[in-house]
């Protein structure tokens, strides 16, 4: 049987909106070259054989080309520090859908263009590079084109050991409602060892109680999540 492939982004829990659009509606933005962080991103090397006037059209040619960046590692403490806020964020698992088409991006040196590759096909190929001082992220990528997110399964999501624990608890309950099924976990730090909590297995096991005939128990469920979320952080006063 096939299997999808499994890989990881690494997200900063300071923009919930940003994490839970990724969670919740399971896909992952799509930037434009200039959204990237590497400035080179895009730029090209031509020969004498390509006159200036011709960058407008590289330009107009590689605008409408959109890239998903992820990596394979999940334990990378330079993309912990770098992409999730130095372990205060979290990591994202997640397959690629729809038999969808991925590269590993090369850190060689991007081949030099000539006149005749100013088109699509040289610019989808001078995406899959990057600088060699970017190797440390073991990058893969999706191009798209004209599209500006891309759908994924989303299989589970893991803290860092330094996330704010409100910040934690909050998606917690977000994700206990939503999705209560996600595989959740939060990396622990006790003096230099670093392990693996479980703060949700992605099974439900709560069991509930129904006073009206008519309510399922799922709704119930999730009534009672809200009442005692609301309430633990009312201290139970006045509730």
Known sequence: MKTNPTFYKYKSLKNFEFLLDVILKERLYAAGY????????????????VPRDREVEWENIIKNLRVVCFTKDSKNTLMW?????????????????????????????????NNDDINLTKALEILKYKDKPWKYEAEYRCILENEKFLPVHIKSIRFGWRANPESVDMLMHVLSLCKPDLKVQKMNSIGVFKGIESLSSGTKTRVVKTANPNECLDC????????DYVGQHRNWKDY
């Open 34 to 49: 200039h959204e990237l962080n590497d400035p080179m991103e895009g730029v090209i090397k031509v020969d004498e054989t």
């Open 81 to 113: 520090s770098h992409y999730a806020d130095g372990g205060t964020g979290c990591v994202v698992e997640f397959e690629l859908i729809n038999d969808q088409e991925y590269h590993k991006v090369s850190y060689l040196n991007k081949p030099i263009v």
């Open 220 to 227: 119930a469920s999730v009534k009672v999540t809200i009442r």
